[in-house]
């Protein structure tokens, strides 16, 4: 059984208002609800017997396992690295940055256009095969996530984590979310 984590809004979190923040944390705590229910019936027998690649209950178990799971994994990520009181990378994160983009502003203008390009999630993560950072785009929880890498810094830009408060003022969430990163948060996560 997977846990909820209780996130509550703070006065550093200035990306989003109190209202934009609480509706999606309520959408987050549904993908929760959600995978612990199939995980639930994957513990049946769950229509193994019937599995194939076109239609069934097993088939659509597995493909809601990773939706659902990766919807949590995903959103903690997010909410866990905005706020804070750091506004600028400390050294060893810039230095690893500069390494695989030229220069901090260069990661910063690639990471916006990324997330631009989204449909799903902007993520900046370390890609073991290549042992270097990417910016990375998904387009739902599920599409576009490389099979070995770790994510570091987390963007939602499905239109459900701005668009009650910026409405179509896509930019402008980008733009507030990036003076709103918790460094001290993607720091640590950097060292793996
Ligand atoms: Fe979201």
Redesign the pocket.
């Known amino acids: 059984m997977i846990e909820k984590i209780d996130f509550h809004y703070t006065d550093d979190i200035t990306v989003v208002n109190r209202e934009q923040f609480d509706v999606?944390v309520r959408?987050?705590e549904g993908y929760v609800n959600s995978i612990n229910k199939i995980d639930e019936e994957l513990n049946t027998d769950a229509g193994r017997k019937e599995a194939n690649t076109t239609y069934g209950k097993f088939r659509d178990l597995k493909r809601g396992e990773t939706y659902a799971l990766n919807g949590v994994i995903l959103?903690e990520l997010?909410f866990q690295n905005i706020g804070g009181k750091t506004s600028e990378p400390d050294l060893l994160t810039s230095r690893m940055i500069s390494r695989d983009f030229g220069c901090v502003s260069d990661w910063i203008e690639d990471f916006v256009a990324t997330a631009k390009a989204s449909r799903g999630w902007a993520v900046l993560a370390f890609e073991q095969r290549s042992g270097r950072f990417r910016n990375v785009s998904l387009d739902s929880h599920d599409l576009g996530n490389i099979a070995y890498y770790a994510p570091v810094l987390v963007l939602?830009m499905?239109e459900?984590?701005y668009f009650l408060q910026y409405a179509d003022k896509k930019a402008d969430y980008i733009n507030f979310f990036m003076s709103n990163i918790n460094w001290d948060v993607v720091g640590e996560r950097i060292k793996f």
């Open positions: 999606h959408l987050y959103h997010y939602d499905y459900h984590a």
